[in-house]
């Protein structure tokens, strides 16, 4: 499996000094942990964000939990209570044989209903991942489509594999992508389910030319009917991902962009999906930019520490609005991994390294806003202030903002280590 389980360290390397931008503004916000995850029966490593219900915010952990038939856990669905920190396991994966229920969530959840819905990269009755459904008030879980159950001539996952994102929800459809599977090279699908019948279409398959891109790790985003997402690879002469387009109706993908251009300063690996903000859509790239945490690496995708970028969807034209590492020991951050959100004209995001060194070595991550008209970075929190990162480290997943707090998680820290959900308000 391609970039599946490609674990924080492959990243946590250290980044040089960049002269080029001016030091970055450090606004002061006050860190609060909500809960700190336990394993059993709560969950550990929570790689996605929050959504917030009524005033419940839920989300999902990538291990331990209740489950008995994984080594480590295979994950949970979580309520959490933001006034008192009370969390609810709703439902603990991998409960029946060969975890056909499915196993590792990361796709943030989408609400309808009393359900929510999310995606697992494994298990199923194929272990190719699954399309489930959780009652929010019973705790039910029922899967609504296993991946992996096609074949065209040896392509055993045609219908794609290993969802890594999150679905949307669109004229009575669910939408989503699959990081492997389809009909071409194992590259990755976009796909269209009926919620009420688990019928599955498989409306693109990545990887069918040279300029297509393939691994799309990230979900899409609905724009006035028309879908848009990221590839973390492919695309163009240097294969270092793409933004594209997907019309739900036909099936027809049109790549707006490929990054890897002018030695990869305009970005390279996008992972996240995308925000639209007043007629432009932006996102983040893990590495490139004008960074240079990686001067003597052989592999330029593996150069700068990423970007937040800016793309018009009508010409594809693609600008960088911030490059990540423009400060000594990148205390601005470092490889973004996470989806942007828009609030009041500005963006708001998380970095997975940087910031303050903690006890990470290389930065135990930050949360940030950026100016999009300006470019104006500033540092919201910087994690693991301290030695046993009390507050969180490695903060993987976006933010949310509820009534003017910030919402998120992290993959590790907190009191055993195993991940927190925390809240950021203004000093």
Same mark, same amino acid.
């Given at each position: ?157 045609? @219908?794609?594999?290993? #969802?890594? $994102? /999150? *679905?949307?929800?669109? !004229? +009575?459809? %669910?939408? &989503?992508? =699959? ?32 300029? @297509?891109?393939?691994? #799309?790790? $990230? /979900? *899409?985003?609905?724009? !006035? +009917?028309? %879908?848009? &997402?990221? =590839? ?38 996008? $992972? ?11 996102? =983040? ?143």
């Amino acid at each position: 499996m391609k970039n599946l389980f490609i674990g924080v360290f492959a990243v946590a390397v250290g980044c040089a000094l960049a002269l080029q931008f001016p030091a970055t503004a450090i606004a002061k916000s006050q860190e609060t942990v909500l809960h700190s995850f336990s394993g059993d029966p709560d969950g550990a490593f929570p790689r996605t964000g929050l959504i917030d219900v009524k005033g419940t915010l839920y989300g999902t952990t990538s291990g331990q939990g209740g489950g008995t038939r994984c080594a480590y856990g295979c994950g949970t669905v979580f309520a959490l209570d933001p006034g008192s920190g009370a969390v609810t396991a709703l439902y603990s994966f991998c409960n029946e044989q060969g975890c056909e229920d499915g196993e590792y969530p990361e796709g943030l959840l989408i609400d309808m209903g009393d359900k929510l819905y999310g995606t697992t990269v494994k298990g199923g009755a194929h272990d190719g991942g699954t399309v489930y459904a959780v009652d929010r008030k019973s705790g039910r879980e029922r899967v609504l489509y296993a991946f992996c159950s096609q074949q065209i001539g040896y392509r055993k996952c045609a @219908d794609g594999a290993y #969802p890594q $994102a /999150g *679905l949307i929800y669109l !004229n +009575g459809e %669910l939408y &989503g992508t =699959t990081s492997e599977g389809g009909a071409f090279s194992n590259s990755g699908t976009a796909f269209a389910l009926d919620p009420t019948t688990g019928a599955e279409t498989v409306l693109h398959s990545f990887g069918d030319s040279d300029s @297509d891109g393939y691994d #799309p790790a $990230a /979900g *899409l985003i609905n724009v !006035n +009917g028309m %879908l848009y &997402g990221t =590839t973390k690879h492919g695309g163009g002469a240097y294969g270092e991902g793409t933004v594209y387009s997907l019309d739900p109706s036909t099936g027809t993908e049109t790549v707006l962009h490929s990054f890897g251009g002018a030695a990869d300063a305009d970005g390279s690996g996008p $992972a996240a999906g995308l925000v639209y903000l007043n007629g432009t859509l932006y996102g =983040t790239t893990i590495w490139g930019g004008t960074g240079d945490c990686f001067p003597h690496s052989t592999f330029r995708h593996m150069a700068g520490c990423g970007t937040v970028f800016a793309l018009d969807p009508s010409s594809g034209a693609e600008t960088v609005v911030y490059s990540f590492c423009s400060h000594h020991g990148c205390k601005d951050g470092a490889y973004p991994k996470s989806s942007l959100i828009a609030k009041r004209g500005m963006l708001y995001g998380t970095t997975e390294n940087g910031g303050t060194r903690g006890s990470c070595g290389h930065g135990c991550g930050t949360a940030f806003t950026v100016n999009p008209s300006t470019g104006a970075q500033k540092v919201l929190y910087a994690f693991c202030p301290q030695q046993n990162c009390g507050d969180g480290s490695w903060p993987e997943a976006g933010l949310i903002d509820v009534k003017g707090t910030l919402y998120g998680t992290t993959f590790k820290g907190g009191a055993d280590g195993l991940g927190t959900v925390f809240a950021l308000t203004k000093q």
